[in-house]
């Protein structure tokens, strides 16, 4: 049963360990980890498969989430978040690295396809829909013929890590608004970049 007064998930994509702490894959914990010292609390193991924190951000009630399994097994963990707070797809925000923008670029939508990303793609077979939000963060387009793969586990690079921090910010201001002001609003004051 859904719980239409169910708490927003906000799950932040990844893959665990201390080796992809600084990749470009990882945006989404980095930015998870932002919103977590925004509430005030610390991530704890649960038993859905991920690193949880339930609390409060900007007055509105949120889970975030960051699924302890690697990026192409997101889906389970998440499904099993959504089921223990009674949350519908409706109620579920995904932040994660988008190749197809430029480093930084901040995009907000509803539903769509995966573009390749495997942790979406788990995460939709998982739910059964594609349906759920998502806030897409820019880390840009591999160099030469890299293959896309290599440069997403690859660390964020010297002029990217001397902004990283602004940005991550940025993108954790542009989940709160989405929370508190809707898609529409959001989208308006983070995509003008």
Do not use: W
Not at 31 to 53: I, N, S, Y
Not at 114 to 131: E, F, P, Q
Not at 148 to 154: E, F, I, K, N, S
């Amino acid at each position: 049963m859904v719980d239409t007064d169910a708490p927003m998930i906000v799950v932040g994509l990844g893959n665990p360990g201390p080796q992809y702490e600084g990749n470009r894959h990882n945006i989404g914990f980095l930015v998870a980890d932002e919103l977590a010292a925004r509430v005030g609390g610390r991530f704890k193991a649960h038993k859905a498969g991920a690193e949880v924190l339930e609390g409060r951000l900007s007055g509105a009630r949120v889970v975030l989430v960051k699924p302890r399994s690697f990026m192409n097994l997101s889906g389970g963990p998440v499904a099993g978040a959504m089921k223990f707070f009674k949350a519908g797809p409706d109620r579920l925000a995904v932040v994660h690295d988008e190749l197809d923008l430029p480093f930084g670029a901040l995009r907000l939508k509803l539903g769509g396809g995966d573009n390749g990303h495997n942790g979406l793609r788990s995460i939709t077979k998982s739910l059964g829909t594609k349906d759920y939000y998502r806030v897409r963060f820019g880390i840009d387009r591999p160099p030469g013929r890299m293959d896309p793969a290599d440069y997403v586990l690859r660390d964020f690079g010297t002029l990217e890590r001397k902004e990283l921090a602004f940005e991550i910010d940025r993108c954790a201001d542009a989940v709160e608004a989405l929370l508190t002001q809707g898609l529409e609003a959001a989208q308006n004051s983070f995509h003008a970049n």
